[in-house]
């Protein structure tokens, strides 16, 4: 799969007067096209988009819609546009559920939008929400007062919670719609390369998307277990949260498997370093949102995947 969506023109395809029927289909204002993309596996419709500007257009329009793909959690096209301005001022950064759905163009009921955030923007993405309608809905042991929830942000992770790096999670809730606002103690991206597994290492930042492992996750349906250190503890519960975390994407049709590839021509590879953007990965560049962005949700990391003889875990480079 290649590394970006970047095309190789054949001037006599689009100038040609006459147009094939193909071409045509592709060219109507209205049209199956939705049916007939939702057909197609991932790997294919790349390629359908690589071969000439009118279906590049066509497919990245009606199959990598982010204003649609959000417009249930912020309603109209302007709402989704000021929540990417409000992206690329803090560098909040969209993973799980919804990332991956994106991808792979499916839609599961019942899925919130995971927001990864660092501590110091945190209060302009409550404020965003609170102001798109949601109400804040704390979990036990956490304060009512979304204000004063956030001070415990800077504080070791509260309990009830497992995950590397993280330091507190809002619940916001909007006629029967979730989002998850998760705050971070480092940055968005190395949470997210400590996920439990590589079929949930997808992101969608305020001017791109990005697949880490889009061979595995969209073609052969395999998903490679992580144990990054530290991000649960080592007990019973702890590995029966990280297995049910696991197991709900098993239900959803992935393989897991438990070691990297010895290939260095795997996504998969052992020790190989990778970085966000290289060659494995599947990037969409989504239409600009013009206004100031942040270096806070960076997105230039560089990591390896190591392993023993049992668990395979992330080291950043």
Known sequence: MRADNRLVFHPYSWMDNERSPALRFF????????VLFSQISARDLVRLMQTCRCTYTLVKAICFNVPR???????????????????GYTGAIISGSTALQFFNRLTWPNTDLDIYITRASAAIAVVFILENGYT???RDFQDRNVSLQLCEAVKDSPPGYRGKGIANVLDFYKDGTKIQLIIVKTTPMEVILHFHSTCVMNIITHDAAFSLYPWSTFVTKETLAVDPVGAWEDDLTGRELKEDA??????????IIRSP???GKSELGVRMVRSVGDRFTWTIFLPPVYDETTDAGSTKYSWQLDCDAETTWPTLC
């Open 136 to 138: 804040f809905s704390p």
């Open 69 to 87: 793909l959000l417009s249930r959690f912020f309603g109209d096209a302007t709402s989704v546009d000021d929540f990417r301005r409000m992206q």
């Open 246 to 255: 696991r197991q709900k994407y098993a239900d959803r049709g992935w393989t």
């Open 27 to 34: 060219e109507l204002e209205t049209g199956p096209h939705d």
């Open 261 to 263: 590839s010895a290939s």
